[in-house]
């Protein structure tokens, strides 16, 4: 089996951006949660190696929402449950990779199938354009809209795909020397430009000596300034953040944003995944049941089920 990723490490939006200056900030998704048998397995397993351990921060209870998932209708209540990798998001996933062929920095261009055999055009840092093959088949597992830049011309791709919608969202992370005292880890709005602040330094495994902040912006406000450059969506969030956290903030001495143009899913495909040419391309990831990380992993074992033929 051949893995080609287009990044530089494996994960996705489970992701841990480190700085030169040894800081850490988990700016994708914040924590995951198991409902099903499988998934809780698999966190059993990642807190017993060292990759997970269950973080209990602190909320803001009069004004905290738990968000669900986009299919579902949120939920008022503490946190509970919520893991997160250790040392960082990234480290959850890292021991699924053991004995994989992956090739990181790869831009997948387009799927093309002969009548036995499947080959992909991709982009590589070090070789440039070209294709790879022949493979038995693929899972495709990125979001909706890329993946439909790259299988859409096989029959009934592209159309079953554009129903799908995925909302953007900028992260900003903020870090300041010394304790900030805020009132709580974490704190969600429904209003206004700010959906989440995270203290991602009250995670397990973190850093202590210094305050590190995790800032998303809602969805609403990142479409508005989608193509706005990170700087000045750095400077606007960061005058937004006071009236959040309820009190005023020195200056930072770190503050830098990343857009992440797919972060949550608003439709979804509503099946596991999607099959293609009797099944030797399959095309899946969380946005095909909903937005938790835990959506990513049952496409994913569906996939793999549906190719080995379980």
């Known amino acids: 089996m051949t893995v080609l990723e287009k990044s530089r490490g494996i994960g996705g939006r ?29 966190l059993q397993g990642a807190s017993e190696i060292g990759c997970a351990s269950e973080w209990n921060p602190i909320t803001d209870p009069s004004r905290f929402r738990i968000a669900t998932g986009s299919t579902d209708p949120a939920l008022s209540g503490p946190a509970s449950h919520w893991f997160v ?13 053991a004995g994989l062929t992956i090739r990181t920095e790869v831009t997948v261009t387009r799927v093309d199938l002969t009548e036995h055999e499947v080959w992909v055009d991709a982009i590589e840092s070090e070789h440039g354009p070209h294709r790879r093959g022949p493979f038995d088949a693929a899972i495709i597992a990125i979001p909706a809209a890329q993946a439909s ?40 709005r429904s209003e ?45 969030l960061f005058d937004a953040l006071p009236s959040v956290v309820g009190r005023t903030l020195p200056d930072p001495q770190h503050a830098v944003s990343h857009r992440w143009r797919y972060a949550q899913t608003a439709v979804p495909l ?5 099959e293609a040419v009797n099944g030797r391309v399959l095309i ?16 994913g074992e569906a996939m793999a089920s549906r190719l080995l033929g379980e």
Request: contains cysteine.
């Open 85 to 97: 990798g250790t040392p960082g998001m990234s480290s959850l996933f890292k021991n699924l990779a």
């Open 149 to 188: 830049a790259v299988a859409g011309h096989l029959d009934g791709v592209a159309a079953s795909l554009a129903r799908v919608v995925i909302t953007p969202c900028w992260a900003l992370m903020l870090a300041f020397s010394g304790d900030l005292q805020m009132p709580s880890d974490v704190l969600r």
């Open 284 to 299: 899946g990831g969380d946005w095909a049941t909903g937005a938790r990380v835990e959506a990513a992993w049952d496409s």
């Open 192 to 236: 206004g430009p700010i959906a989440w602040v995270a203290r991602n330094t009250s995670k397990p495994g973190r850093a202590s000596d210094i305050t590190t902040l995790v800032v998303h912006a809602s969805p609403e406000w990142t479409r508005e300034h989608l193509e706005v450059d990170p700087d000045t969506v750095a400077t606007q």
């Open 14 to 42: 489970v992701a841990t951006r480190r700085t030169r200056d040894g800081l850490a900030f988990d700016h994708g998704a914040q924590f995951v949660t198991a409902r099903g048998a499988s998934f809780g397995a698999f």
């Open 270 to 274: 509503a099946a596991p995944f999607l």
